[in-house]
C-alpha cells in the first residue's frame, strides 16, 4: 500500500506538508494543497485514520444515540444527521438507548469510550444520569427532538439542542378537529416525561380553549409512544361512556395502534371516528382513508444536529442554542374532510408569514 512518504514523493513536498494537507493543522498554498491532493489521488492513499487522530486528538467520528431506529421518523433523521456527517466528513457511530434512562448511560459511555468528537443523542424521559456523564467528561454533545432543561455553569459544557415545533401543531389539529364540528376530541399522548409529549399536551390544551371548549382529562391516554400503548390508549378511549368522536394520536406509531383499535372495534374512518396524526409517514397517503398528519422536517432536524455540533467543536464556549423547525399541516381524509390532494400548510394555518414556513427559530440561553 502506499504511503504518506510515497505521497510526498510523489507531490514533490515533506511528509510533513502532506500530514498538513490530510489532517488540517496548518496553511498550505493552494498549488501545494492541490499537487498533495492530485498525488494522493493518483497513488490510491488511504489515510490511517488512528494515526491522524493521534496527531490531531480527533476522530472525525460523531456518535449518534437515538431509540427506536426501526422508528419511520428517526430513520429519516438518521439519514439527514448521516448526509451531513459524510458532507462534513465525519463517520457515525450508532447506538440505540431503547429509551432506558441506565441503557442510555452504557450507550453514551461505550460511544465515549471510542473518543467520538461529539454525540447527538435523543434523551429518554428521565435523563439526568445522560447529563451528570456528558457534564462530568466534558463531551461536546447535541440533544435531538427531544429539549432538556439544563442550568448553564461555569465551566460547564453548553448543550445545543435542536427539535421540531410540537405545541402549535397539535393546536392546529385539535382546531380543524373542532372546525369540523367536534366537541369530544381525544388525545393518545406519548411517554410521559418527553418534552415533546409535554408540549404536545400543551396544544391540545390550547386547542381546546381557543375552540371554547373545556379540557376533560378522561379523554386523555398516554399510549407511551408505542403502537402497542397506542392501541390500548385509544381502546381505553373508544370504552368511555361517552367517547370521542375524534382523536389525536401524538406519534406515528401510537396512529398504528388506534387504527388497530378502531378496527377491531369495527368502527370506520372518518365515519364513524375522525382521526388526525402527528407525524407523517411514508405510506400516511396510502392508507384509506388518507391520514392527515403534522409532517415534522426530520431529515432537516438531523442534519441541523450536525451543524450545532461542529460549531460548538469549533467554538466550545459559545452560549448554547435552542433551535425549532417549524412543521407542515398535511390535509387528506382521515380527518372527515372531502378528497383533496395531501396539500402542505404551515401547521399554525395560512395567516402565517411564509418565513415561518423556510426558517428555523433559533431561540439563544444567556
Known amino acids: 500500500m502506499p504511503t504518506m512518504a510515497d505521497v510526498a514523493r510523489s507531490a514533490g513536498v515533506s511528509v510533513a506538508t502532506v500530514s498538513h494537507v490530510l489532517n488540517d493543522t496548518r496553511p498550505v498554498l493552494p498549488d501545494t494543497r492541490r499537487a498533495v491532493l492530485d498525488a494522493v489521488e493518483e497513488l490510491g492513499y488511504t489515510p490511517n485514520t488512528l494515526a491522524r487522530s493521534l496527531v490531531t486528538s480527533r476522530t472525525r467520528s ?49 460511544l465515549h469510550e471510542r473518543r467520538v468528537d461529539g454525540m447527538i443523542v435523543a434523551p429518554s424521559a428521565e435523563p439526568k444520569g445522560l447529563v451528570a456523564y456528558l457534564v462530568r ?107 370521542p368522536t375524534a382523536l389525536i394520536t401524538a406519534n406515528n406509531a401510537m396512529t398504528i395502534g388506534a387504527l388497530r383499535a378502531l378496527r377491531d372495534r369495527g368502527l370506520s374512518v372518518p365515519g364513524d371516528v375522525a382521526l388526525c396524526c402527528f407525524d407523517d409517514f411514508a405510506w400516511a397517503d396510502l392508507f384509506t382513508p388518507r391520514l392527515t398528519a403534522i409532517a415534522q ?22 452560549p ?38 423556510a426558517t428555523a427559530h433559533e431561540r439563544t440561553r444567556p
Open 297 to 318: 422536517p426530520s431529515r432537516d432536524l438531523g442534519a441541523q444536529a450536525v451543524r450545532l455540533l461542529l460549531e460548538r467543536l469549533a467554538a466550545p464556549d459559545r
Open 137 to 243: 467528561h466534558r463531551v461536546p454533545a447535541v440533544f435531538l427532538d427531544r429539549v432538556v432543561e439544563v442550568p448553564e455553569a461555569d465551566g460547564a459544557p453548553r448543550f445545543d439542542q435542536v427539535c421540531a415545533e410540537s405545541a402549535e401543531p397539535t393546536a392546529r389539529l385539535v382546531g380543524h378537529l373542532t372546525g369540523l364540528g367536534h366537541r369530544r376530541v381525544g388525545l393518545v399522548a406519548g411517554r410521559p416525561g418527553l418534552s415533546t409529549t409535554r408540549e404536545r399536551i400543551t396544544g391540545y390544551r390550547h386547542g381546546l380553549a381557543a375552540a371554547g371548549l373545556p379540557f376533560d382529562e378522561r379523554l386523555l391516554v398516554h399510549g407511551d409512544s408505542e403502537a402497542d400503548g397506542g392501541a390500548r390508549a385509544s381502546a381505553a378511549l373508544l370504552s368511555l361512556a361517552v367517547p
Open 320 to 357: 448554547a442554542r435552542t433551535v425549532r423547525l417549524p412543521c407542515a399541516f398535511v390535509h387528506r381524509t382521515s380527518c372527515g374532510c372531502a378528497e383533496e390532494t395531501g396539500e402542505r400548510e404551515p401547521a399554525g394555518g395560512r395567516e402565517e408569514s411564509e418565513h415561518v414556513q
Open 62 to 110: 460523531i456518535g449518534l444515540a437515538v431509540s427506536a431506529i426501526s422508528n419511520p421518523y428517526f430513520t429519516e433523521i438518521l439519514q439527514g444527521v448521516e448526509a451531513s456527517a459524510l458532507e462534513h466528513g465525519y463517520g457515525l457511530l450508532i447506538a440505540d438507548p431503547h429509551d432506558d434512562p441506565a441503557h442510555e448511560r452504557e450507550v453514551v459511555r461505550m
